[in-house]
């Protein structure tokens, strides 16, 4: 058994692909129209085949609460591994992302946070 999909629920798909795309640098996989909304996927450049990162609109009535409350508490609703989470944080920073947490060391993990501009808080790590 393997992932082959996760998710991350936004308010707006068509802005979460640009910001996910243009702005973090995944690259799209799927657009799958279905209905008023698609099956819209990204994934790393790194791992054109690997896990698929679904942006999954947040239209449930349940969704919006338990967002708010994620990003309230500062609890991200998902992780990126990346090389050097300094570099990212300055990369990311020059290019407009709002980080609610700057660059941390948790002993053998560095760690930031930031807002994806669709309702979630989005953790960056350094193994």
Known sequence: MKIYVTSVLVDD??????????VLGFQAKRDVPLGEHSWLTVVSPHAPDGVELLLEPDAHPAVKPYKEALVADGIPAASFQVDDVRAE??????????FTQEPV???EV???VFDDTCG?????VQM
């Open 89 to 98: 944080f300055e990369r990311l920073s020059s290019r407009g992302v709002r």
């Open 105 to 107: 060391e948790m002993g």
């Open 110 to 112: 560095t760690t930031a």
């Open 13 to 22: 798909q068509r802005k979460a692909l640009q910001f996910y795309t243009d």
């Open 120 to 124: 979630n808080l989005i953790q960056i």
